[in-house]
């Protein structure tokens, strides 16, 4: 998941929340999401276009294809973190698919990190108003890449921030040998406003940088509130960086009710915590991006990218990130199968790999076909989750939403027929979105997306069939057009 948008929050929090409501109240100017009928098309499709875009949403709205191979994905095989055995038996799962369907399939060779979790434990051994012989047990989960407290953990006084100014205010004093909790709330109610990417790109700075800031000041382990919504004391894990001025130290996520009682307890006293913690990173393993080719029938050499992430993190089964991502991908290319349709330009299916911690896939995608740059038409991901799709985000000139009218008008017929020029774009896609190829973020309401998001409750149940269908036309709408639209995009 990314957090970049251009609008400014406010104006897009009252579009978002008038379109989640249904009350429709902006003006048809660029910087404003545009729907379908508002500006009056500068284009129009050959009606058989149009007739087969509108084939492939119906078909799409009716086949329960995309949440089959979902279920395949989060009950058959399971968390898919890189270089675990789930992630190796899903490239091949989906390169199995892809050849059954009758695409040319590459395997693209990664080398991707091979981070394990091991035991993770935590609990308060001395607080305020604490009973004889008893603890507190801190429910938590270690930082993907997090390094290792010593075999028995650690031991020390834990002291509570709300952001990295306080940190800083405290110093090296107060800091030097204590774990540092980072209570920094995440604003639920902006993600209940449909703004969770913006929520999540606030609360994510502690949980990436948090650790090297409190180690700067001497720190022993850091923790951070969990970035997401969830308040079913469950903890969100995710990647955390450490760069090479400060030292490594152990991290992990506690739950938004846990990192309330530690603040709680330390406003009242010292609070001293056990904490262990016993990851592993392995050596680099070998991996793949899985590239699937639906070859054009005039211009193959042009290409458009329908892709999502096959990779997850390990508590949940990866259903919501980014499972359906890849499956949403997926049904583009069986849909034209299904439907006996042939694209003029190539649509390739990617499933990326390594997108969690890392971006290996993405990046290495980039740099091995940087040549062919000028020949990729378009790129489309989905990372958001499963939710009701609005429509998709553009990065990209502003010339290219009138060319897409017509499509977003038949979009708009199910509710997805927004379209919004941004200045970022999903993760995986972004090296090619930066290199100048046009590039399309599925947007979906994610207004509980980010409860479940990198916790153990990312589940195939959390998946609303209808809503991953409409997600599926959303894509094959889109790639459909691109691949057959008469002229180019404006780069
Ligand atoms: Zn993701």
């Given at each position: ?133 008893t ?7 270690a ?18 921030v ?19 909790l ?6 639920r ?77 330390a ?46 993190w ?7 990130d ?9 049904q ?11 694209p ?25 076909h ?17 939710g ?14 009138p060319?897409?009218?017509?499509m ?28 100048g ?55």
């Amino acid at each position: 998941m990314n957090v970049l948008t251009s609008t400014p929050v406010v104006a897009k929090r009252v579009f978002v929340l008038a379109m989640t409501v249904g009350l429709l109240i902006s003006s048809p100017s660029t910087s404003q999401p545009q729907r379908a009928q508002e500006t009056a098309p500068v284009t129009t499709y050959p009606a058989q276009l149009s007739a087969d875009l509108r084939k492939l949403q119906e078909a799409a709205l009716s086949s329960d294809y995309a949440y089959r191979q979902l279920a395949h994905l989060t009950d058959s095989i399971g968390p898919r973190l890189s270089g675990s055995p789930q992630a190796a038996a899903a490239v091949e799962y989906i390169a199995k698919e892809m050849r059954r369907l009758g695409l040319e399939v590459k395997l693209e060779k990664l080398s991707v990190p091979h981070w394990v979790r091991g035991e993770e434990t935590a609990a308060l051994v001395r607080y305020p108003g604490q009973a004889e012989g008893t603890t507190q047990k801190i429910i938590l989960t270690a930082l993907g890449g997090s390094v290792p407290t010593a075999p028995d953990g650690l031991n020390a006084e834990v002291v509570v921030v709300n952001n990295f100014d306080e940190l800083k205010a405290l110093g090296r004093d107060k800091v030097a040998g204590k774990i540092v909790l980072f209570n920094a709330r995440f604003d639920r109610q902006m993600a209940a406003e449909g703004f969770g990417g913006e929520a999540y790109g606030q609360a994510v700075a502690y949980r990436s940088g948090g650790a090297s800031a409190a180690a700067r000041l001497g720190a022993v382990a850091a923790l951070n509130r969990s970035a997401g919504g969830a308040e079913f004391r469950l903890p969100h894990t995710g990647a955390l960086r450490y760069p090479d001025d400060a030292p490594k130290i152990p991290a992990a996520a506690v739950t938004a009710e846990d990192g309330d009682l530690i603040a709680r307890l330390a406003a009242l006293g010292t609070v001293r915590m056990q904490l262990l913690l016993t990851p592993k990173q392995l050596p680099d393993a070998e991996s793949y991006n899985v590239i699937a080719d639906f070859k054009g029938s005039e211009h193959p050499e042009q290409i458009i990218i329908v892709s999502g992430h096959l990779d997850s993190w390990d508590l949940g089964t990866g259903a919501i990130d980014d499972g359906a991502g890849v499956v949403i991908a997926m049904q583009t290319v069986q849909l034209l199968k299904q439907l006996h349709l042939r694209p003029k330009r190539t649509i390739r299916f990617i499933a990326w790999m390594n997108e969690e911690n890392g971006v290996v896939g993405g990046r290495t995608y980039a740099k091995d076909h940087a040549g062919e740059i000028a020949n990729h038409f378009a790129a489309i991901e989905s990372d958001r989750g499963a939710g009701h799709p609005l429509g998709f985000e553009v990065k990209g000139r502003p010339e290219v939403l009138p060319l897409l009218q017509p499509m977003s008008a038949i979009l708009q017929t199910s509710g997805a027929g927004l379209l919004q020029i941004t200045t970022g774009t999903e993760t995986d896609i972004s090296p090619l979105g930066t290199a100048g190829v046009p590039s399309f973020g599925l947007w979906q309401d994610t207004r509980t997306y980010f409860d479940y998001h990198h916790t153990a409750a990312d589940t195939l149940d959390k998946v609303v069939p209808r809503e991953l269908a409409e997600n599926a036309a959303a894509m094959a709408v889109l790639a459909y057009t691109l691949a057959n639209l008469p002229q180019p995009l404006p780069r």
